[in-house]
């Protein structure tokens, strides 16, 4: 079996607080990563004390130190102006790799080396260690699998969010030739650019946790929701990329439907963060251009208790039908059997 080259690129700014724990899971992994780039995006914390403590001794490690700081979108594409890898995967500083990412998803790759990417599952924790979820929320297929264009397609048109950057690794030489990331895309910009990957080279995926994705007051994610004005701004640039695609790229009707589909993302991790249920709901209402009867129903909802957050989710899943409810119904089940399908060939 032939080996591919791997890099993980982190950037860094101010995340002193998880860098060991997140420097850990990029140089512990079981199948090595051949080159491993952190990039300090000119942090005012310890950041580089403790990214320099962990490297030491680690020859096949390489920090990068900006001297002023660029933005995350920047730091992502100048990683991957570096990388010497075949494949690079570029996971966050405040998020965590398990051990067994790369071995996990490397035969899949081995399988087919001209997809775009391949990707895994993470578990959602919080600032404190918490699981709080599983991501993605839909499982393209219960064990692992190559989706050629035509597949990537079909499974856009019924569901999204099948794949997260977190842990991913990308084909360097078409993920440059898409031009990296752009940066008017925001928090978004990777997931654009791992659809239009999909849909032009297709992608493998394997139903197994592999990491860890973070959400707590600074993560990037939960910062660009919080900034609805930016982030209505930014759904609306995806929708004008998308119109402006190939006719044949998305499937029909796709830039309302992944418009609906953000704005539904951005709801869920609004409700379920940690600000209170009236700012929530204040944010959720401009996000979604609620008049004011639709608002007053909202905040109506603060009298259901512990429900409260539960049965707005209800109300914006039917106001803006993000994807099949029959298929969002059955994932917990879909990702119990894959989840026992891994565990199953794990002890072969």
């Given at each position: 079996?032939?080996?591919?080259?791997?890099?993980?690129?982190?950037?860094?700014?101010?995340?002193?607080?998880?860098?060991?724990?997140?420097?850990?899971?990029?140089?512990?992994?079981?199948?090595?990563?051949?080159?491993?780039?952190?990039?300090?995006?000119?942090?005012?914390?310890?950041?580089?004390?403790?990214?320099?403590?962990?490297?030491?001794?680690?020859?096949?490690?390489?920090?990068?130190?900006?001297?002023?700081?660029k933005g995350v979108i920047h730091a992502l594409?100048?990683?991957?102006?570096?990388?010497?890898?075949?494949?690079?995967?570029?996971?966050?500083?405040?998020?965590?790799?398990?051990?067994?990412?790369?071995?996990?998803?490397?035969?899949?790759?081995?399988?087919?080396?001209?997809?775009?990417f391949v990707s895994a599952c993470v578990e959602i924790w919080d600032e404190n260690d918490k699981k709080t979820g599983v991501r993605p929320i839909f499982y393209p297929s219960l064990s692992p699998k190559i989706f050629s264009p035509r597949e990537a397609k079909k499974l856009l048109r019924e569901s999204d969010n099948h794949f997260l950057g977190q842990v991913t690794l990308y084909r360097k030489d078409a993920l440059r030739k898409l031009g990296g990331f752009d940066e008017k895309f925001g928090s978004g910009t990777d997931g654009l650019a791992l659809r239009r990957l999909a849909l032009t080279m297709g992608f493998g995926f394997v139903p197994q946790r592999c990491g860890i994705w973070r959400l707590h007051g600074s993560n990037y994610s939960l910062t660009s929701a919080f900034n609805i004005p930016k982030y209505k701004k930014s759904i609306e640039q995806h929708k004008t990329h998308v119109d402006g695609a190939p006719s044949d790229m998305f499937p029909d009707n796709y830039s309302d439907l992944i418009a609906r589909r953000m704005k539904f993302g951005a709801a869920r991790l609004l409700l379920n963060g940690e600000m209170s249920f009236a700012s929530a709901i204040d944010k959720v209402a401009v996000?979604?251009?609620?008049?004011?009867?639709?608002?007053?129903?909202?905040?109506?909802?603060?009298?259901?208790?512990?429900?409260?957050?539960?049965?707005?989710?209800?109300?914006?899943?039917?106001?803006?039908?993000?994807?099949?409810?029959?298929?969002?119904?059955?994932?917990?089940?879909?990702r119990r059997i894959a989840e026992r399908r891994g565990s199953l060939a794990n002890t072969k």
């Open positions: 079996m032939s080996k591919i080259c791997i890099t993980l690129a982190m950037p860094n700014y101010n995340h002193a607080v998880f860098l060991k724990k997140s420097v850990s899971g990029l140089i512990n992994q079981r199948r090595a990563a051949d080159e491993i780039l952190i990039l300090d995006d000119a942090s005012t914390d310890n950041s580089i004390e403790i990214i320099e403590e962990a490297i030491d001794n680690e020859p096949n490690v390489r920090l990068i130190k900006l001297k002023e700081n594409n100048r990683l991957l102006e570096e990388a010497s890898g075949d494949w690079i995967g570029f996971p966050a500083a405040d998020d965590f790799l398990f051990p067994q990412f790369l071995n996990t998803v490397e035969p899949l790759i081995l399988q087919s080396t001209k997809v775009g996000l979604i251009d609620a008049g004011y009867f639709e608002t007053e129903v909202l905040k109506a909802f603060s009298f259901a208790g512990s429900q409260k957050r539960a049965l707005v989710l209800m109300w914006l899943f039917l106001r803006l039908w993000p994807f099949s409810p029959f298929r969002f119904a059955i994932q917990p089940l879909r």
